[in-house]
T-cell receptor, first 113, second 114 residues
Framework: NAGVTQTPKFQVLKTGQSMTLQCAQDMNHEYMSWYRQDPGMGLRLIHYSVGAGITDQGEVPNGYNVSRSTTEDFPLRLLSAAPSQTSVYFC????????????FGPGTRLTVT | AQSVTQLDSQVPVFEEAPVELRCNYSSSVSVYLFWYVQYPNQGLQLLLKYLSGSTLVESINGFEAEFNKSQTSFHLRKPSVHISDTAEYFCAVLPTGTASKLTFGTGTRLQVTL
């Protein structure tokens, strides 16, 4: 049982490049979400999903796209990276009936130059 | 909407000393309360949570937090810290019934030294 996994661990992009951050969980959790962590700001919700085919925006969705084609995977796409997207990104998941028990992945550190 | 305030961005403490990390929250609805810990270069781990019942909750590694509804606080305490407790601690609130509204404080860096 690997829990929540994220790839890559580190990534450097140039402004305007695109990329996808991967998130997978093997706990059959319905709920998955993406957060970004910036110094002095805690974690802020980007997008979330309550099941395959269902996604919604969080607090800071601009510049990011998501889709959920399977229960296990919830990729986060940056279509045109900007320096303001330099951050540490965390994926989290939970069961819907125990939504208060959210499990976090190890994070992806992204730098946009 | 809800918000979480962690007034102390850094707390330096000597090993074996007691520590308190403060957390205050604001919400117009009922909330669940959490403390998460983030060790260097790692993700967040749930340290303890308050859902209902006894207002004092404990973790397996000696931390405890007390929910105080009148003061809207959920301070984290440990009577004797260890070097290995050095980490960043985040307080968070979640309105009951809504998985997507988990709101974090800005974090408190606990630095334990000899």
């Amino acid at each position: 049982n690997a829990g929540v996994t994220q790839t890559p661990k580190f990534q450097v992009l140039k402004t305007g490049q695109s990329m996808t951050l991967q998130c997978a969980q093997d706990m059959n959790h319905e709920y998955m979400s993406w957060y970004r962590q910036d110094p002095g700001m805690g974690l802020r919700l980007i997008h979330y999903s309550v099941g395959a085919g269902i996604t919604d925006q969080g607090e800071v969705p601009n510049g990011y796209n998501v889709s959920r084609s399977t229960t296990e995977d919830f990729p986060l796409r940056l279509l045109s990276a900007a320096p303001s997207q330099t951050s540490v990104y965390f994926c989290a998941s939970s069961r819907l009936d125990t939504y208060y028990e959210q499990y976090f992945g190890p994070g992806t550190r992204l730098t946009v130059t | 909407a809800q918000s979480v305030t962690q007034l102390d961005s850094q707390v330096p403490v000597f090993e074996e000393a007691p520590v308190e990390l403060r957390c205050n929250y604001s919400s117009s609805v009922s909330v669940y309360l959490f403390w998460y810990v983030q060790y260097p270069n790692q993700g967040l781990q749930l340290l303890l949570k308050y859902l209902s019942g006894s207002t004092l909750v404990e973790s397996i590694n000696g931390f405890e937090a007390e929910f105080n509804k009148s003061q809207t606080s959920f301070h984290l305490r440990k009577p004797s810290v260890h070097i290995s407790d050095t980490a960043e601690y985040f307080c968070a609130v979640l309105p009951t019934g809504t998985a997507s509204k988990l709101t974090f404080g800005t974090g408190t860096r606990l630095q334990v030294t000899l």
